[in-house]
């Protein structure tokens, strides 16, 4: 195929596909600048590759929506990577808000979405404090969850400060990890 018949090809692939492929991107993709700029980067691939020889185009929607959403999951990946060192902070008073809102949102009229997803956080937070030690449970509850401070939790045990310091920040690393792919699941798809 000569130079001018490719494009010609290429043109018309690109008026057949783009309103389909922006409304695909825009659904995934709230910020509008960032929606064209995927669709954008979805057709050069598709005029770098439409007339290779060596490795031809079969399914030419398939091929589209496989670039486009391998360039989605990219878009958020970098994301996350802008955003992830505030999740990872070693501070053990650290929730991620997105999180935060989700559980300890009291809002006068919930949405059924938002209603499942605080379901489903919880029900994984439970999960995840069942998998820790007696100890650090107890610990993460009695802060966490019921307010307590430390220092009354020493008193009223007896057992020291930087012992129930040392068991908070091991439950809070094991949460930290077991909670990370819900986090990151409910990010990527809000």
């Known amino acids: 195929m000569n ?3 490719e494009q010609q090809d290429t043109g018309k692939l690109i008026a ?17 600048e960032d929606a064209e700029d995927i669709l954008q980067d979805v057709f050069y691939q598709l005029t770098k590759t439409i007339g290779n020889v060596l490795n031809p185009v079969e399914q030419v929607e398939a091929w589209l929506y496989r670039v ?10 970098k994301k996350r990577e802008e955003e992830l060192p505030a999740y990872l902070n070693d501070d053990d008073n650290v929730i991620p808000e ?13 949405s059924p979405e938002t209603e499942y997803l605080h ?5 994984e937070l439970e999960n995840a404090l069942t998998e820790l030690p007696p100890e650090q449970r107890e610990i ?3 802060t966490e969850l019921d307010g307590i401070p430390v220092k009354e939790i020493a008193q009223t045990t007896g057992v020291p400060v930087n012992t129930l310091l040392s068991r908070k920040h091991y439950a809070v690393l094991h949460l930290r990890k077991r909670m990370r792919q819900l986090y990151e699941d409910i990010i990527l798809y809000e």
């Open 16 to 32: 057949e596909y783009q309103p389909h492929l922006r409304a695909f991107i825009r659904k995934r993709i709230s910020n509008r």
């Open 68 to 77: 486009t959403r391998n360039r989605i999951i990219n878009y958020w990946a």
């Open 3 to 5: 130079k001018q018949a």
């Open 98 to 110: 997105d999180f935060s809102e989700i559980l300890f949102n009291n809002d006068v009229s919930p």
């Open 119 to 123: 379901s489903l956080v919880w029900t």
């Open 140 to 142: 993460y509850e009695l």
